[in-house]
């Protein structure tokens, strides 16, 4: 529990650090993910751990005879505090891995209030101020199994580009990573250009890619990731019949060079 405590303190302390100013932030930045590395090293060392002590205690709690009531209790107690602390630790591995992959900083203020502003001009769109994740709707972004940007929304990337290349985004990069819901692709010309999820999902953000070089972003600042099915912000419905909420494009604004 104690560690728990301590690497809760550690990523106040580094978001303090992270947001006090933009220059601090992206000279400290990747020193702070070499330690939330070497963090996560040992807090995956210790859930190891945990897990062979769970199970040791869940076994001689299975196979306890001739142990009065008050030692099954006390037993059991022990487990569900070890559980509960292994459920924590592996929870907050998972936020600090993404923190990793995505640069895991708030933005600066300026920068935060242009693109919620932007945000605030389609349905199309939403801001998360907290990871600095402009998201699209892919319905709207793109056609039916189709990676060709509309060309509404290519005027909607195109304007997140003049935000882009401002002066208060200028020390940033751009992640660019695709999603789609567990649809099967059915059409067999779809299928042709887009195999599976996965390679649409990949395909539609090089689209976005292609809007916003056009869009004079500097190729360097850009990278793509291509996810599929296989990070729903919701449940599919049963049978693979998707959600339309899992289909989408986010842009994340990492500090440079992460």
Request: with cysteine.
């Amino acid at each position: 529990m104690r560690t728990i405590k301590l690497w809760a303190f550690f990523l106040l302390c580094a978001s303090a650090i992270l947001i006090s100013g933009c220059g601090d932030q992206l000279k400290d930045l990747k020193v702070q993910n070499d330690m939330q590395r070497r963090h996560i090293q040992t807090l995956e060392s210790e859930v190891q751990a945990a897990k062979l002590q769970l199970s040791q205690l869940q076994r001689k709690l299975d196979s306890a005879q001739g142990i009065s009531n008050t030692e099954k209790d006390a037993l059991q107690q022990t487990i569900a505090a070890l559980e509960e602390d292994l459920a924590k630790k592996k929870a907050l591995i998972a936020s600090m891995q993404q923190q990793l992959l995505y640069g895991g900083a708030q933005l600066p203020v300026e920068l935060s209030t242009m693109l919620d502003d932007f945000a605030k001009t389609s349905d199309m769109i939403t801001y998360d101020a907290a990871r600095g994740v402009i998201k699209f709707k892919s319905d709207l972004l793109f056609e039916t199994g189709s990676d060709n940007v509309a060309p509404s929304a290519a005027n909607a990337v195109k304007a997140l580009c003049e935000i882009l290349n401002s002066k208060e985004a200028e020390n940033f990069d751009i992640i660019i990573a695709g999603h789609t819901d567990d649809m099967r692709i059915g059409k067999p010309g779809t299928r042709a250009k887009h195999p599976t999820n996965w390679h649409l999902s990949a395909h539609r953000a090089i689209s976005v890619l292609d809007v916003m070089t056009a869009s004079n972003i500097d190729p360097t600042r850009l990278s793509i990731r291509g996810f599929g099915e296989f990070r729903p912000v919701e449940e599919n419905k049963p049978k693979k019949q998707g959600n339309p909420k899992n289909r989408r494009v986010e842009i994340y604004i990492v500090a440079k060079g992460v």
